[in-house]
């Protein structure tokens, strides 16, 4: 089943060329841009929207990983539904269809008839990406088990602004198309644990001369003692394989003599939205080591990356689709992403060594439209459990 995670790679790097290929001609990105309805808006935005490129992107993901393997296109989720209304107030059910002409006669429908720019869309979802042998080795996992989510653009917002000249700092943007992400996310329709995740960073990089993007892409499983993924592991004794697409994930460094207080030191990635006061103890416990990112899965993305030690989020508005990838991706590097407040609860409970894990296949209960599927006690993601526990001590003496 090894390789369900190199189509799922080939699948985010089609996306990616997608949400590039959308973004391209300014003046039909207007085009592609719909206002969300009831039921499948974030709470947390007073406006949320959906692109053609998150709905086509979707359902290529979909259309591929089921031709591939067929049936699992039924346990495919994603944050997305694939109705689009075009400028004449006409409903179109986005697909791809079984040949390039009838995609892109699909697609021109909903960009007002422009059959160019359905032509070059369609030419995307239809082209053969060659990836390099992942080298994940034989993992024998039964496709029965296997439920998929996906968020086919993450931080839509900052795709839909299309800010090119964002600086980072200390490695981190605060905005930017570079905190666009497209993930994907295996988990066991059981047991809920997340099982592969693939990473997509579709604007990594822009060429100064020709202000053309290329991407990059991140992936890793997790499954019984498995654990294999294109990063260096954080801890030496994990079975962990390289792979040439991938950058090394650089060591945090800290600062300062080993006293106490620095070694109860860590670094942090947090939402501009975060609570006062969790910003307040963290900052303390940081120092001068807090950023701001936008975006879920570029948040978790600096996780993974090493860049920052922790991303804590206290709020309900995340979902399943923004966390299951880099979810697997952490496990495979040994460490994970933990439900917030139910860790706390456990601590207030006495119970200092249990801390639980995110899972990915139990609705909320009675919550209706993309509440059904939120992160409803926040979340901490982490590579290493000292920074976990490092957390939750801080916060255990708070309600959040």
């Known amino acids: 089943m090894s ?28 085009l592609l841009i719909e206002e969300k309805k009831e039921g499948e808006k974030n709470k947390k935005f007073v406006t949320d929207f959906k692109t053609l490129a998150d709905v086509l992107v979707q359902e290529v993901i979909k259309h591929d990983v089921g031709k591939q393997f067929p049936g699992i296109e039924n346990n495919i989720f994603g944050e997305e539904s694939n109705e689009f209304m075009n400028g004449l107030g006409e409903k179109i059910n986005v ?16 960009l007002d008839g422009n059959m160019e720019a359905a032509e070059v869309l ?4 239809h082209q053969n990406i060659v990836i390099p042998d992942l080298d994940t080795g034989r993992i024998d996992i039964p496709q029965d088990r296997l439920g998929v989510w996906v968020d086919p653009i993450d931080s839509t917002f900052q795709y ?3 800010i090119s000249d964002s600086k980072p700092n200390n490695n981190i943007y605060s905005h930017g198309l570079q905190c666009v992400t497209i993930l994907i996310g295996v988990y066991d329709l059981h047991s809920g644990t997340p099982i592969m995740g693939v990473l997509n960073q579709p604007f990594a990089v822009q060429d100064p001369e020709t202000q053309r993007w ?21 801890s030496k004794n994990r079975d962990v394989s390289s792979e040439s697409n991938s ?20 670094s942090a990635v947090l939402s501009t939205g975060e609570t006062v006061c969790v910003q307040t103890l963290l900052k303390g416990a940081c120092g001068d080591n807090i950023h701001y990112a936008s975006g879920a899965g570029y948040k ?16 309900d508005t995340t979902f399943k689709w923004d966390c299951c990838s880099p979810h697997a991706i952490l496990k495979s590097l040994g460490g994970g992403m933990a439900d917030l407040k ?35 006690g926040g979340l901490v993601a982490y590579r290493s459990h000292k920074h976990l526990d490092a957390v939750l001590n801080l916060l255990s003496g708070i309600s959040v």
Request: charged residues 25%; aromatic residues 8%.
């Open 3 to 30: 390789d369900v995670i190199a189509a799922l790679v080939h699948a985010s790097e089609k996306a990616a060329k997608i949400a590039r290929a959308c973004r391209l001609e300014e003046s039909l990105f207007g």
């Open 95 to 110: 697909k791809v269809c079984e040949t390039e002409q009838e995609t892109a006669k699909l697609l021109s429908k909903v």
């Open 122 to 125: 369609a030419r995307s979802a």
């Open 160 to 162: 839909i602004k299309g």
């Open 214 to 234: 290329s991407g990059q892409y991140y992936w890793g499983i997790s499954y019984g003692t498995t654990n294999v993924c294109s990063l260096r592991p954080h």
């Open 247 to 266: 950058v090394p994930a650089p060591h945090h460094l800290k600062k300062g003599s080993a006293t106490d207080l620095e070694e109860e030191r860590f």
């Open 300 to 315: 978790s993305l600096c996780v993974v990356l090493g860049f920052v030690d922790v991303y804590v989020f206290s709020e």
């Open 342 to 376: 139910e860790c706390l609860r456990r601590r207030q409970d006495g119970n200092l060594e249990d801390c639980s894990e995110l899972v990915y296949n139990a609705p909320v209960q009675d919550a209706k439209g993309a509440d059904r599927w939120a992160n409803k």
